[in-house]
């Protein structure tokens, strides 16, 4: 390490004075402003990482669904999937290190993790559409510089291509090509394989809207263009170059506010959906005759694809493990419609992309999605095997062909993390091979009333959980009271849950009416105010 070079290229990224970060759920997210010296000290941390593991380890610099003033950083390991937990603590100590320190914190991190500096390193970077994205991101390239690292600067990409990309070349191309072709190529070869069989015929051609949150999606979905089928036709909303990234439209605007995007205009039973501002969340959602808005979450996104799998794998006569994978917040009645109609077991977990992740990869096939629309399907090495040995190998017909519509599918879905672009593809495949309309999905069940709330407290830590977040054990009397509150109403439950990042503590309450649910979530937000330290005026609904 060239102590010199490192301290004069650390001159150039100075830290703020005061600031200090946390590495949370999705990596570092701030005003973009502050965020020079972190983009840098990643650059720093890609390397060790690299070093550590001779792999080639992703950057990606984004804020994902953040407003557009924002920016973030992400970093990705080596199959594609998200830092490793134990690495977010080196990540941590390396932001918020002072000038002074920062060459020592390196070296401690060196000898923890056991990172010889002399090894090679190889980083991939990507960028969303913010202003300030070009600029971060060649602050990551002086931090991989100085500590000797090669990189490879893919400039604009969504977030599931950064990760796709990383996968591929750690992989030696056995998931795919390390080139954004690779990818087109890949997803759209299984698609078009998938929809041949579908019964809607060329006459009658998939018409689908897309809001793509003036972000990235616009910009990639144009590229991919060329690569559908002439049976996809679909046209992009919020493009980018006329509004601001995230701002009235977007996947968690539409989540958040149960309201179209603004400048999309839809028809009645039309199909549409909305990307995040990095491309990998996605809902769907369509009006009725009467005008009333209709939501599909991540929720009904896994139930579609569970229910689609669980068909496939009798078809196929294989007893491959397939599961469903929530977060506290997923609807009851999805929960219940996949453990007692579908007969597909379901695990909970604690909020956050990569608990979900981790947990399903312990099954055959394992379906994960947030209610935010972020998610995606992992496939077991074994089952992955099996698959693909049937598809070649199997005598029946009927199986041979269900096992390589499940090996399309299993090429289609980008399991290194979830992808809209990916996602939705899946998606339009599985309702045209079933012959489904978007209000034929949504009847599947119909999702209990909801609402979610935010309590600003003095502290965060003053809530803590258990039972994947479903339960309060700090302070005390506060999961007495919400025991007590969720008993006054039907089809009740409620949770609360300390944000990873702000003092805030977010409150989920569902009921049998929407009246209901939004009387329990007030309450409960009282009982946080009152007993966590409540700070500012007290929680009203919007």
């Given at each position: 390490?060239d ?9 150039s ?18 005003k ?20 550590v ?14 407003p557009?003033e924002d920016?973030?950083v992400?970093l ?5 999937e ?55 991101s ?16 893919y ?26 072709e ?43 263009k060329?690569?559908f ?6 046209r ?5 170059t ?9 996947a ?50 896994a ?21 469903v ?81 499940l ?22 495949a ?18 209990l ?5 935010r ?24 999961q ?11 089809a ?16 989920y309450a ?23 330290g ?9």
């Open positions: 390490m102590s010199e070079a490192l301290q004069k290229s650390s001159a990224h100075p830290k703020p004075s005061g600031l200090t970060l946390q590495y949370g759920t999705a990596g570092f997210r701030t973009a402003e502050q965020l020079d010296h972190v983009m840098f000290r990643m650059g720093l941390l890609a390397v060790l990482r690299s070093k593991l001779a792999s080639t380890i992703g950057v990606m610099v984004t804020a994902s669904h953040n557009e920016n973030g992400k990705v390991d080596p199959l594609g998200m830092l490793h937990p134990s690495w977010e603590e080196y990540a941590t100590q390396l932001a918020n290190a002072e000038e002074q320190e920062l060459q020592t914190t390196i070296t401690e991190i060196c000898q923890k993790a056991a990172v010889n500096l002399h090894k090679d390193a190889s980083v991939f970077i990507g960028r969303d559409t913010r202003p300030s994205s070009k600029k971060l060649q602050s990551v390239i002086d931090g991989v510089s100085v500590l000797g690292g090669q990189y490879h600067d400039g604009l990409l969504t977030t599931p291509q950064l990760h796709y990309l990383v996968c591929c070349q750690n992989t030696q191309g056995q998931y795919g090509k390390a080139t954004l690779g990818y087109y190529e890949k997803l759209s070869k299984a698609f078009t394989e998938l929809i041949k069989q579908s019964p809607i015929s060329g006459e009658n051609q998939r018409h689908l809207k897309i809001d793509c949150a003036n972000g990235i999606g616009a910009l990639k979905l144009s590229e991919m060329p690569y089928p002439k049976e996809m036709l679909i992009l909303y919020n493009d980018g006329k509004e601001k990234l995230n701002h009235l439209c977007g968690d605007f539409v989540k958040v506010h149960q309201q179209p995007p603004r400048g999309l205009v839809m028809e009645p039973g039309e199909r549409c959906c909305s990307f995040d501002g990095d491309a990998d969340r996605i809902v769907y959602y369509y009006t009725d005759t009467t005008g009333r808005f209709h939501l599909i979450d991540g929720d009904k996104i139930t579609l694809i569970s229910v689609f799998l669980k068909e496939l794998l009798a078809k196929v006569g294989q007893s491959l493990e397939l599961a994978v929530q977060t506290a917040y997923a609807n009851g009645s999805s929960t219940r419609y996949l453990e007692e109609t579908l007969k597909v077991p379901v695990h909970c977990v604690k909020t956050g992309v990569k608990h979900l992740h981790h947990k399903a990869q312990e099954f055959d096939i394992g379906v994960y999605f947030e209610a935010n629309g972020h998610g995606t399907v992992l496939f077991s090495k074994a089952a992955e095997t099996k698959i693909r040995q049937l598809a070649k190998e199997e005598k029946d017909d009927g199986k041979r062909e269900a096992a390589k519509v090996e399309n599918m299993m090429d289609l879905i980008n399991q290194t993390v979830g992808d809209a672009i990916s996602d939705m593809l899946a998606i339009e599985i309702l045209a091979l079933k012959g489904l309309t978007v209000q034929q999905w949504d009847g599947l069940y119909t999702d009333p909801n609402r979610l709330l309590v600003q407290v003095a502290e965060r830590r003053a809530v803590a959980t258990v039972d994947a977040e479903r339960r309060a054990v700090s302070p005390p009397g506060l007495d009271s919400i025991d007590a509150l969720v008993g006054k109403y039907r009740a439950r409620a949770f609360v849950r300390p944000s990873g990042t702000e003092d805030v503590v977010r409150v569902e009921a049998d009416t929407q009246e209901n649910a939004d009387a329990l979530a007030l309450e409960v937000s009282m009982a946080v105010y009152q007993l966590a409540g700070k500012g005026a007290p929680p009203q609904l919007l």
